[in-house]
């Protein structure tokens, strides 16, 4: 695709990656306080494991809701960019986020989707996405014009820097593998929601 | 009373004005609805009016994930719904807004009482108030139109200060007998 200076691939040929490296390498990238959405269960346990910037919204619970949150704060803190981190799993739940982020046209938003083919945390039984849905064909068919498969790491890497320097919204579909998060988040939500209010300057 | 009038009987303000200037005055500027028939006045002034960005999402879950991380952010907003979209929210309530402190707004139409014809929406119905006390939401029903202000009001207010969800119940009573 032009956009990405690569020829458009499908999932099949995108590279399977390990979401702890690529979460690592994302945050590794942020020097201007985004605000990051870590989805439930693995998404959001490796971004506790990259380090627990004050940024960092870590869920524990409503499945498919990393999308939405991440648009409610993008529409506060217009000048914030913010990331959302989210599973196959918990993206097919709620698919209809992505036509609300196209239609709301949220300049200052990514979502990065991390697709292992599977519900990893409960005995990685297959999700959709191993059998017939292509999350990237999905998103462009919800108007997110702005959608590619992570090719390899380095792909990856020019995709966030993308997301952090153009406008949104933007998607970007990564395949990983079945290794286990690096980490777990602690879970006390109120301290949570607390850091995290604290950290987008809401709170003192 | 005669100053609440028009020249033909109606009252100045319908209950979808109060509660547009209720949410100014309590600086709620963003609204996630999915729609119903109930609410749809309130869903036109909402949109003509540029003090509100208004959402409208495919399902009532995003509207609350879209609320809380707003709020999160410093953004004060509502999730508007009727009955059966209210019945597809409990984890998203039991697993977000109640344990991380949210103060998600939600106002709600109610189907499925004072003359539902549907039985589903009957059903539905009786689900609603059993759910919003098993999670410990704060909830109460507005029948009349000089309640609207006051409930409206407090209970925004109630939730900012408590950091808790609040539904706000639009009964037919209310709806039916005073259509805005």
Known sequence: MADTGLPARGREAAKVMNRSDLTRRLVARLKANEAVIGGVGNSNFDLWASGQRPENFYMLGSMGLAVPIALGVALAQARRRVFALEGDGSLLMQLGALGTVAAAGQKNLAIVVWDNGMYQITGAQRTLTSETVDLVAIAKGAGLAQSDWAADEAHFEALVERALTEDGPRFIAVRTDDQKPAGTTERDPAKIRLRFMQGLGVVG | ?180
């Open chain 2, 1 to 180: 009373m005669a100053s609440d009038m028009k020249d033909d009987g109606t009252p100045a303000e319908t209950w979808c004005d109060i509660v547009v200037r209720v949410l100014k005055a309590n600086e709620v500027r963003l609204a996630a609805y999915v729609p119903d028939n109930v609410i749809a006045p309130l869903i036109r002034l909402l949109h003509a009016d540029p003090y509100f960005t208004v959402l409208h999402p495919a399902r009532e879950e995003e509207a609350v994930g879209i609320v809380a991380g707003a709020y999160m952010a410093g953004l004060r907003g509502i999730v508007l719904m009727q009955t059966s979209g209210f019945a597809t929210l409990p984890n998203a309530l039991a697993s977000l807004a109640v344990p991380y402190q949210i103060p998600v707004l939600m106002m709600i139409s109610e189907r499925g009482t004072l003359g539902e014809f549907q039985l589903g929406q009957a059903v539905v119905c009786r689900t609603m108030r059993p759910v919003l006390e098993t999670l410990g939401i704060e909830h109460f029903a507005i029948t009349r139109l000089d309640e609207v202000e006051f409930v409206v009001d407090r209970m925004i207010r109630q939730a900012y200060s408590t950091q808790a969800p609040a539904a706000m119940i639009l009964s037919p009573l209310l709806t039916k007998r005073h259509p805005a």
